[in-house]
């Protein structure tokens, strides 16, 4: 384990290494955190950082704020790496912390990829974080909330980094053609206008975007005075396909769903089409994403068109006998005829409902008018005793109760006035009116 290994020469360095920003007055982007009066900024420019977790997407600065944070500190600082590190070389970090704590002297240590430890490995670092050992400063692209044990979480403040602009991007791209430490010292023609094709397609991530431009320039066209053009088509090369941000295990996988889900819920069939491309795009199972259309057809439209699960089935089956990239049409169709259907939650209210009243009535005893009497004990003891056949009666309809007595007023069921629910609706208003007429004679 080495103290301070991030900061390395940069001979031979990628472009996105060389031009890391070395002060925060060149950091792109996080002005929520960074601006001038900020709280980040001012515990950064004050030396007086705590425990804290930068959760973000990818290349947004969370490693160069570490080594910002390195370069002013007056503690000793300890780079370490979730992928490479185990127990061992934790308990080897934190007694070199406790030896430094001895001589009075502050322990700052960076942990990137803090997600990638297991809860064992975590809860190493807790004692020592609970006891002022060390300072603990961890990076995350995944949701603190899930990957960090909740004691560790607790003792940590948490900052969120937001993906760079593509104004932020342009603005560190242009910076990347004038500074010395990126392509300063030569000549490159490059358009302004190429410039926001790569911030665009970087994605909101600065290591992407200055790979990118180091990549266009490469090749590009070289001169006899040595000057560099870029061309439209030596960059149309380099940003053929985006990579787009999808985690198909983390966060980001559960909120496209929700906005796919969302989109449907609230009849807006273009964001359900938008949401569902970037997932197949992305690479999402489809039949993760039909199996969630299909509760989708019953928890949003349930019987207010019924066909909708019918939809939504088919849909699933297309999508087992054929696959991507065929069944997208059939995934559009589903979600577009989810998101036009009429809508109503009664079906899932009803049991959400229902199911917290079983939670409570676990004990409640069947009716021994809806037992069977199988056994001829069962029938001493009076089960099926009372027991009214439907389709005895004329109007294939008694008035027994089918709750518990202490439930027989409960009702679950309670449908909308949309689509063909309304229909069920006025249905259901003349049992119940027939029931009550029938129950008082």
């Known amino acids: ?113 803090i997600h990638r430890f297991n809860k064992a490995q975590q809860d190493a670092f807790l004692p020592f974080v609970e006891k002022g050992s060390i300072i603990l400063i961890g990076a995350t692209t995944e949701n603190p909330s899930f990957e960090v044990n909740a004691a560790l979480l607790s003792r940590c403040k948490v900052f969120v980094l937001q993906a ?86 983390g966060e980001e996988h559960y909120n496209l769903i929700s906005a796919l889900h969302k989109s449907m819920r609230n009849s807006d069939p273009d964001a359900a089409v938008y949401w569902l491309a970037r997932m197949l795009e992305a690479g999402e199972d489809p039949i993760y994403i039909a199996r969630r259309v299909t509760r989708f057809a019953s928890e949003d439209v349930g019987l207010a068109d019924p066909r909708a699960l019918e939809q939504a089935v088919a ?45 409570r009535e676990l004990s409640e005893p069947v009716p021994l008018h809806l037992r069977n009497a199988v056994t001829g004990l069962m029938k001493q003891l009076d089960y099926g005793k009372g027991y009214q056949y439907a389709h005895d009666y004329e109007d294939k309809l008694t008035a027994m109760s089918c709750l518990p007595e202490s439930m027989a007023q409960k009702r679950y069921y309670r449908p909308t006035d949309q689509g063909e629910e309304a229909e069920l609706g006025r249905r259901l208003a003349l049992i119940e009116s027939w029931k009550q007429d029938h129950r008082e004679k």
């Open 315 to 359: 849909a699933f089956h297309a999508c087992r006998l054929i696959g991507m990239p065929e069944c997208s049409v059939h995934l559009t169709q589903a979600v577009v005829y989810m998101a036009l259907a009429p809508k109503s939650n009664a079906l899932y209210a009803a049991y959400e409902t229902a199911r917290d009243d079983a939670a």
């Open 164 to 249: 760079l602009s593509p104004e932020d991007l342009k603005a560190l791209l242009s910076r990347a053609l004038t500074d010395p430490r990126g392509f300063g010292d030569q000549q490159i023609s490059l358009p302004q206008d190429m410039l926001e094709k790569i911030a665009v397609f970087a994605n909101g991530d600065a290591r992407t975007a200055l790979s990118t431009l180091e990549m266009a320039v490469l090749n590009g066209e070289l001169d006899a005075d040595g000057r560099v053009t870029v061309t439209e088509d030596a960059l149309a090369q380099c940003i053929s396909r985006k990579s787009l941000l999808y985690d198909k295990g």
């Open 1 to 113: 384990m080495e103290q301070l290994t991030m900061f390395s020469g940069a001979t031979g360095q990628p472009l996105a290494a060389r031009l890391r920003p070395q002060t925060l007055e060149e950091f792109a982007g996080q002005r929520h955190l960074l601006g001038k009066g900020k709280v980040l900024r001012r515990l950064i420019e004050d030396d007086q950082v705590s425990s804290m977790i930068f959760w973000g997407p990818p290349g947004v600065g969370k490693t160069t704020l570490a080594q910002i944070i390195a370069r002013r500190t007056r503690a000793a600082f300890i780079d370490f790496s979730a992928v490479t590190s185990g127990i061992k070389e934790i308990r080897g970090v934190m007694q070199q912390a406790e030896d430094n704590r001895r001589f009075g002297e502050r322990t700052i240590v960076f942990v990137d990829e």
